[in-house]
């Protein structure tokens, strides 16, 4: 019987750069992987995040693909892309879902669960130079 199912690893980085905090503008990037994890081939076709300041404000984005493409991928393969968001405050959350279609024509969703998006490093406190590595499956 064939499985549907992706698998998500997230990687977050806080832009101190592009970022104006005494303007209340942190801006983060996020790196994803998706990785067919089914038996079958499968098109990841739109996306629907849900993003979250520390102040409980609500931006819902959605849209086809991935920073313009959507990815086909063959059990086994991978397809990694980085984009980003703003935030009006120095932490956040997002979580979200991918549709997605089987080679088979048998729609499913594909959940992204709920990463933080934060300014400072949470191993040292310090503000993040660095990507701050968060892998969810």
């Known amino acids: 019987m064939p499985t549907y199912e992706f698998q998500v690893e997230v990687e977050t980085q806080y832009l101190p750069a592009q970022s104006a905090p005494q303007e209340g503008m942190f801006r983060f990037a996020y790196t994803i992987t998706i990785t067919n994890t089914g038996t079958v081939a499968a098109q990841l076709v739109a996306r629907e995040w849900h993003i979250h300041d520390a ?61 933080v998006l934060d300014v400072e490093d949470p191993d040292d406190g310090m503000p993040a130079a660095m990507p701050a590595t968060r892998i969810l499956h």
């Open 55 to 115: 102040h409980g404000r609500e931006q819902l984005v959605r849209g086809l693909g991935v920073v313009g493409r959507q990815p086909l991928l063959q059990p086994g393969e991978a397809h990694r892309y980085t984009s980003g968001c703003e935030l009006t405050t120095s932490t956040g959350t997002m979580h979200g879902s991918y549709l997605c279609v089987a080679e088979d024509a048998e729609v499913f969703h594909t959940p992204i669960p709920l990463f």
